[in-house]
């Protein structure tokens, strides 16, 4: 487990941005819809903070324990380049992304809301969790949101990340068409 750096400092390392669904991309609702499929709401704003990563060059992805189609067509919308559902070891998963990546647990941000998650939050170098997380869990984490899980919470991480970053002032400029 790497030793805790302040979160402004980990958030500059960061090149690899991993979250949990339910409850981070989610409020943690799920609806049933004609007795088997699966329902979920995703903010948009979340969409443009994972958008905005993206276009910064850093890579994004999910390790969620469940799968749906509405979270497997959120994440194909999104270009989210590691896509891992139905998982019941997220430690493993995290650790053979890291491998198969060549990255170290520092130039990762994990976002997390429960127990389940303590694993990959343990070992990241930038480790966040919404303000709705469970107890432990934001004990864990470095980085707590103010917005809850599923109602901005990854775009608070994201516009975190790339401000340490220095890229959120080119982005905007790119955004806003200007020639400087």
């Given amino acids: 487990m790497p030793a805790r750096i302040p979160p402004l400092v980990a958030a500059r390392s960061v090149q690899l941005v991993l979250m949990d669904v339910d409850g981070v991309m989610t409020d943690g609702s799920i609806f049933f819809v004609d007795g088997r499929s699966e329902g979920r709401s995703f903010d948009a704003k979340d969409g443009v903070g994972i958008w905005l990563l993206r276009r910064a060059g850093l890579k994004t992805g999910v390790i969620s324990g469940r ?11 999104l ?4 896509v891992h559902l139905k998982v019941r070891d997220k430690r493993k998963v995290y650790l053979e992304i890291l491998e198969r990546r060549g990255l170290s647990d520092d130039s990762v941000c994990f976002i997390g809301d429960d127990v389940v998650d303590l694993g990959v939050l343990a070992r990241v170098g930038l480790a966040a ?30 516009d ?3 401000k340490a970053q220095g890229k959120m002032g080119r982005l905007l400029q790119t955004l806003r068409g200007d020639r400087r």
């Fill in 67 to 77: 799968s749906s189609a509405a979270v497997r067509r959120r994440v194909k919308e």
């Fill in 160 to 162: 975190f990340i790339l």
């Fill in 129 to 158: 969790a919404p303000s709705d997380a469970h107890p432990v869990v934001r004990k864990t984490a470095t980085f707590i949101t103010r917005a809850p899980g599923g109602k901005g919470a990854v775009r608070e991480v994201a």
């Fill in 79 to 82: 270009g989210m380049e590691e």
